[in-house]
């Protein structure tokens, strides 16, 4: 990939501009681009000057072997980077907070360090051991990491259950039994009442001794406000004073880290412990989210603290960025028991680079995580989820309507959501609902609460909710969707079906109208839920909607089938007596349907589906809703929820599905504006220390290009700001003589100086000599072709080698937000 995209730069870069394209003088950006400021990331007011004592994801020392872009791309600069002192020095090579990384340096710094092993192991037993080792780290580290994520998604489930059954009453056998494994041992236990056991009582139960009568009802419903109450008050109280950043969903962060962004302490310890802590609590308090998304941030806070038992995921941040790639596919794997979705998952969904090692290793991850989840066993039931189901009648050609249907709704209703929800957000940020998180959490909850618990459809947890609705009616069965009368049919067809269409009875009636409003409930309270300040995934709310839906639509041709069998639409494939329609199938349709619409998944979300069921027969159902929901969504709106969080927070994420289709060029969008101030530059030879430090302190850009002179402007490196500044200091403290007159060469031979000067400081080891580079007319579009493919945070613009100016990711964005006419503004980061 990078031979072909170093040729293409080469293409464009190189290419002669006539003498117009030139500007007369340099100007340097405006001081709007300062992103030293306070800003609300996912859901947590933070100031940029904070460090974190968490593990940063930059974290690692400067190694001498780490290199600069290969020589080859420009045909310029030296192989690897020289350090100024002789010595290794603590940060350099590394970034700063809130900034992007530089993909091409990890990637070389990578082939570097690879290359030495390569080479050493050839001279002693001892280095190729280590070789050996170094080649199987990576297979270790994710045997890890399906380990660790497994483990702790199977405690999540186990403890999640119960407190949503504590909500409702408490086992006498043990107060850590839940509901289900309460009743287990039972021998009391009826067939009409095959849930309810001596050894479980109820709140009312406990207290006034009875479960009869309205009082009973009212102190069982206190009961459930107060423990929903209690639990969203934990949930959000730890968040607040101990992880900010383990709120939300975790996604869209996600996302924008693989990208190359770095966000210091999403991803440590104390974010691992606070968010599987409170996605319990949020989880168990009855509020409209689920744990799918959270999971996945928890699988990459898994991914990345275990890196640090590596040095060369350590060290390097495009390697790491390659185990939280697969550590998102754990993620997904563990919360739908679908391994190989997760790994389309995070192929298709959020990841940025995706390599063919990261795929087998991702698919490794997956099954270690699948495997330990299914060893703990948290549903009891031998499966890796609550809602795993298995339907046995196949569907007609007929039914594709309906389940097209579903898909027009899905994509309606995740269109709708994201921009319902978007706009609750802003509303959040920006004026003072957002200044009380606690509060709007507990009157979220205290609402939800209210409303939900008279529905035994919306009281029941999400997950609950989901199983019952997928659920395939039997005789047998005393759930009450499948309260159906007796039909008297004696046809061939029937003798020996016990899944036979039967007329709908009294209880499926209620049934329909408590899921009417439920659905109703759902849509609703899910718009205010996501992006509160607890850990909240949008898988399970979205995937409910649809079901909800699904299972309406599924009854509803149920009984059209039963009373018009001879109509031209059912006559031939569905015969008096013959089990024709399935609602559950329906319901698992429409809520892939839903979760597509606002995700905008696609393959992906197919395979989880299908892993849900083990039916092959269905998955041309399944396409089929999915497509036209993602059609329909595309249509009201191109961005999914995580892309529109990503642009509600500002983050500098160039998204590889947007087309930039605007004829504009490079000299279009660079800085400086002919109107601006001068750019700042470096000379190669010429300034002082003093001179170079009052530049760096009197600016906030994150590097500087490096000219021969101020009057010839021709190019000749960049170097990073975080480099200058530890290299500068450190030559104060270890080399003597370095004052503030001391000269700053740059240089490969340093020029001579006087007797009675201070010794010159050189720093041209720190100097990137093969900077990218595009021309002024460079058209726009191959641009953020090459800084998506090669992940850039900086490009310089050159005409004839002479400096013109700079153009970064963040002018990229607010380029396109320009054309998209949304606020340039928005875009905080670069």
Same mark, same amino acid.
């Given at each position: 990939?990078?031979?072909?995209?170093?040729?293409?730069?080469?293409?464009?870069?190189?290419?002669?501009?006539?003498?117009?394209?030139?500007?007369?003088?340099?100007?340097?950006?405006?001081?709007?681009?300062?992103?030293?400021?306070?800003?609300?990331?996912?859901?947590?007011?933070?100031?940029?000057?904070?460090?974190?004592?968490?593990?940063?994801?930059?974290?690692?020392?400067?190694?001498?072997?780490?290199?600069?872009?290969?020589?080859?791309?420009?045909?310029?600069?030296?192989?690897?980077?020289?350090?100024?002192?002789?010595?290794?020095?603590?940060?350099?090579?590394?970034?700063?907070?809130?900034?992007?990384?530089?993909?091409?340096?990890?990637?070389?710094?990578?082939?570097?360090?690879?290359?030495?092993?390569?080479?050493?192991?050839?001279?002693?037993?001892?280095?190729?051991?280590?070789?050996?080792?170094?080649?199987?780290?990576?297979?270790?580290?994710?045997?890890?990491?399906?380990?660790?994520?497994?483990?702790?998604?199977?405690?999540?489930?186990?403890?999640?259950?119960?407190?949503?059954?504590?909500?409702?009453?408490?086992?006498?056998?043990?107060?850590?039994?839940?509901?289900?494994?309460?009743?287990?041992?039972?021998?009391?236990?009826?067939?009409?009442?095959?849930?309810?056991?001596?050894?479980?009582?109820?709140?009312?139960?406990?207290?006034?001794?009875?479960?009869?009568?309205?009082?009973?009802?009212?102190?069982?419903?206190?009961?459930?406000?107060?423990?929903?109450?209690?639990?969203?008050?934990?949930?959000?109280?730890?968040?607040?004073?101990?992880?900010?950043?383990?709120?939300?969903?975790?996604?869209?962060?996600?996302?924008?880290?693989?990208?190359?962004?770095?966000?210091?302490?999403?991803?440590?310890?104390?974010?691992?412990?606070?968010?599987?802590?409170?996605?319990?609590?949020?989880?168990?308090?009855?509020?409209?989210?689920?744990?799918?998304?959270?999971?996945?941030?928890?699988?990459?806070?898994?991914?990345?603290?275990?890196?640090? *038992?590596?040095?060369?995921? @350590?060290?390097?941040?495009?390697?790491?960025? &390659? #185990? %939280?790639?697969?550590? =998102?596919?754990? !993620? $997904?794997?563990?919360?739908?028991?679908?391994?190989?979705?997760?790994?389309?998952?995070?192929?298709?969904?959020?990841?940025?680079?995706?390599?063919?090692?990261?795929?087998?290793?991702?698919?490794?991850?997956?099954?270690?995580?699948?495997?330990?989840?299914?060893?703990?066993?948290?549903?009891?039931?031998?499966?890796?989820?609550?809602?795993?189901?298995?339907?046995?009648?196949?569907?007609?050609?007929?039914?594709?309507?309906?389940?097209?249907?579903?898909?027009?709704?899905?994509?309606?209703?995740?269109?709708?959501?994201?921009?319902?929800?978007?706009?609750?957000?802003? *509303?959040?940020?920006?004026? @003072?609902?957002?200044?009380?998180?606690?509060? &709007? #959490? %507990?009157?979220?909850? =205290?609402?939800? !609460? $209210?409303?939900?618990?008279?529905?035994?459809?919306?009281?029941?947890?999400?997950?609950?909710?989901?199983?019952?609705?997928?659920?395939?009616?039997?005789?047998?069965?005393?759930?009450?969707?499948?309260?159906?009368?007796?039909?008297?049919?004696?046809?061939?067809?029937?003798?020996?079906?016990?899944?036979?269409?039967?007329?709908?009875?009294?209880?499926?009636?209620?049934?329909?109208?408590?899921?009417?409003?439920?659905?109703?409930?759902?849509?609703?309270?899910?718009?205010?839920?996501?992006?509160?300040?607890?850990?909240?995934?949008?898988?399970?709310?979205?995937?409910?909607?649809?079901?909800?839906?699904?299972?309406?639509?599924?009854?509803?041709? &149920?009984? %059209?089938?039963?009373?018009?069998?001879?109509?031209?639409?059912?006559?031939?494939?569905?015969?008096?007596?013959?089990?024709?329609?399935?609602?559950?199938?329906?319901?698992?349709?429409?809520?892939?349907?839903?979760?597509?619409?606002?995700?905008?998944?696609?393959?992906?979300?197919?395979?989880?589906?299908?892993?849900?069921?083990?039916?092959?027969?269905?998955?041309?159902?399944?396409?089929?809703?999915?497509?036209?929901?993602?059609?329909?969504?595309?249509?009201?709106?191109?961005?999914?929820?995580?892309?529109?969080?990503?642009?509600?927070?500002?983050?500098?994420?160039?998204?590889?599905?947007?087309?930039?289709?605007?004829?504009?060029?490079?000299?279009?969008?660079?800085?400086?504006?002919?109107?601006?101030?001068?750019?700042?530059?470096?000379?190669?030879?010429?300034?002082?220390?003093?001179?170079?430090?009052?530049?760096?302190?009197?600016?906030?850009?994150?590097?500087?290009?490096?000219?021969?002179?101020?009057?010839?402007?021709?190019?000749?490196?960049?170097?990073?700001?975080?480099?200058?500044?530890?290299?500068?200091?450190?030559?104060?403290?270890?080399?003597?003589?370095?004052?503030?007159?001391?000269?700053?060469?740059?240089?490969?031979?340093?020029?001579?100086?006087?007797?009675?000067?201070?010794?010159?400081?050189?720093?041209?080891?720190?100097?990137?000599?093969?900077?990218?580079?595009?021309?002024?007319?460079?058209?726009?579009?191959?641009?953020?072709?090459?800084?998506?493919?090669?992940?850039?945070?900086?490009?310089?613009?050159?005409?004839?080698?002479?400096?013109?100016?700079?153009?970064?990711?963040?002018?990229?964005?607010?380029?396109?937000?320009?054309?998209?006419?949304?606020?340039?503004?928005?875009?905080?980061?670069?």
């Amino acid at each position: 990939m990078f031979h072909f995209l170093s040729s293409l730069y080469r293409k464009y870069a190189d290419r002669g501009m006539d003498n117009s394209g030139s500007f007369d003088s340099l100007h340097h950006p405006s001081e709007d681009d300062d992103d030293d400021e306070m800003v609300d990331i996912a859901g947590a007011t933070l100031d940029f000057s904070n460090t974190d004592d968490d593990p940063p994801l930059s974290s690692g020392d400067y190694e001498e072997s780490s290199s600069s872009r290969a020589a080859g791309m420009n045909g310029n600069g030296p192989g690897k980077l020289v350090d100024p002192l002789e010595d290794p020095l603590a940060g350099l090579g590394t970034y700063e907070d809130f900034n992007t990384i530089d993909w091409v340096r990890e990637k070389s710094k990578d082939r570097d360090r690879h290359r030495e092993i390569t080479k050493k192991s050839r001279q002693s037993t001892a280095a190729l051991l280590h070789s050996v080792s170094d080649a199987f780290s990576g297979w270790l580290l994710m045997l890890l990491v399906g380990l660790m994520s497994g483990a702790l998604a199977g405690g999540i489930d186990i403890a999640a259950h119960w407190l949503t059954d504590l909500k409702e009453g408490i086992c006498l056998v043990g107060f850590w039994f839940n509901h289900e494994h309460c009743c287990w041992t039972s021998n009391e236990t009826t067939f009409q009442e095959r849930d309810s056991c001596p050894q479980w009582q109820s709140w009312a139960e406990l207290i006034t001794g009875t479960s009869e009568g309205a009082f009973p009802y009212i102190v069982n419903y206190l009961m459930y406000m107060v423990w929903a109450l209690l639990f969203a008050l934990l949930a959000v109280t730890l968040v607040r004073a101990f992880a900010p950043y383990a709120c939300g969903s975790g996604i869209p962060e996600i996302k924008t880290i693989l990208s190359g962004f770095i966000i210091r302490g999403y991803l440590g310890k104390w974010t691992l412990i606070i968010k599987t802590i409170t996605l319990v609590l949020a989880v168990s308090s009855g509020l409209s989210l689920g744990k799918e998304g959270p999971l996945v941030h928890v699988a990459c806070c898994c991914a990345n603290i275990l890196c640090h *038992l590596f040095t060369k995921y @350590r060290k390097n941040e495009a390697k790491r960025r &390659e #185990v %939280l790639s697969a550590a =998102a596919a754990v !993620g $997904v794997s563990v919360a739908f028991g679908a391994p190989i979705g997760g790994v389309l998952f995070s192929l298709e969904e959020v990841s940025y680079y995706f390599p063919l090692k990261t795929l087998w290793r991702s698919f490794f991850a997956a099954l270690v995580a699948a495997f330990t989840l299914r060893s703990i066993n948290p549903f009891g039931n031998s499966r890796l989820v609550l809602f795993y189901v298995e339907f046995h009648a196949p569907w007609h050609l007929v039914e594709l309507a309906p389940f097209i249907l579903l898909g027009i709704f899905g994509g309606l209703w995740g269109a709708l959501f994201i921009r319902a929800n978007i706009a609750w957000c802003r *509303l959040r940020k920006t004026t @003072r609902l957002g200044h009380y998180p606690v509060m &709007e #959490v %507990l009157v979220v909850t =205290a609402l939800t !609460g $209210v409303l939900a618990y008279p529905n035994s459809y919306t009281r029941m947890s999400g997950a609950e909710l989901i199983a019952e609705l997928f659920n395939d009616c039997s005789l047998l069965d005393s759930s009450q969707l499948c309260g159906y009368k007796q039909a008297n049919i004696t046809t061939e067809a029937a003798v020996g079906n016990s899944l036979a269409d039967r007329p709908a009875g009294e209880g499926l009636c209620t049934a329909l109208w408590q899921l009417a409003l439920a659905l109703v409930f759902k849509m609703m309270i899910t718009v205010i839920t996501f992006g509160m300040k607890v850990p909240s995934g949008l898988f399970i709310p979205s995937m409910a909607v649809g079901a909800i839906a699904g299972r309406l639509l599924g009854v509803g041709m &149920e009984q %059209l089938a039963y009373y018009n069998h001879d109509s031209f639409i059912f006559k031939g494939w569905c015969s008096p007596g013959a089990d024709c329609i399935t609602p559950g199938l329906y319901a698992m349709v429409g809520a892939a349907a839903c979760l597509g619409g606002v995700t905008r998944m696609t393959v992906s979300l197919v395979v989880i589906m299908f892993e849900l069921t083990g039916g092959l027969e269905y998955i041309v159902p399944l396409m089929a809703a999915t497509m036209t929901s993602k059609w329909v969504a595309d249509a009201l709106g191109r961005e999914g929820i995580y892309e529109a969080h990503i642009r509600l927070n500002g983050y500098p994420f160039l998204e590889p599905k947007e087309e930039f289709d605007h004829s504009s060029l490079t000299v279009d969008v660079m800085r400086p504006r002919r109107s601006d101030p001068a750019l700042a530059v470096l000379t190669q030879e010429g300034m002082t220390v003093g001179e170079v430090e009052a530049l760096v302190e009197s600016t906030h850009y994150s590097g500087f290009p490096v000219v021969v002179s101020q009057q010839s402007q021709r190019l000749v490196g960049f170097v990073l700001r975080r480099d200058l500044l530890i290299s500068i200091d450190n030559a104060r403290k270890r080399q003597e003589g370095v004052v503030s007159a001391s000269q700053v060469v740059l240089t490969e031979h340093a020029p001579p100086q006087a007797a009675d000067a201070p010794p010159h400081l050189r720093l041209r080891g720190i100097l990137d000599l093969s900077p990218f580079t595009v021309s002024d007319h460079t058209p726009m579009d191959i641009t953020v072709d090459i800084f998506r493919k090669l992940g850039l945070r900086q490009c310089l613009v050159t005409h004839n080698g002479r400096l013109l100016g700079i153009i970064t990711k963040k002018d990229i964005l607010k380029h396109m937000a320009h054309i998209a006419n949304r606020d340039p503004d928005s875009i905080l980061f670069n």
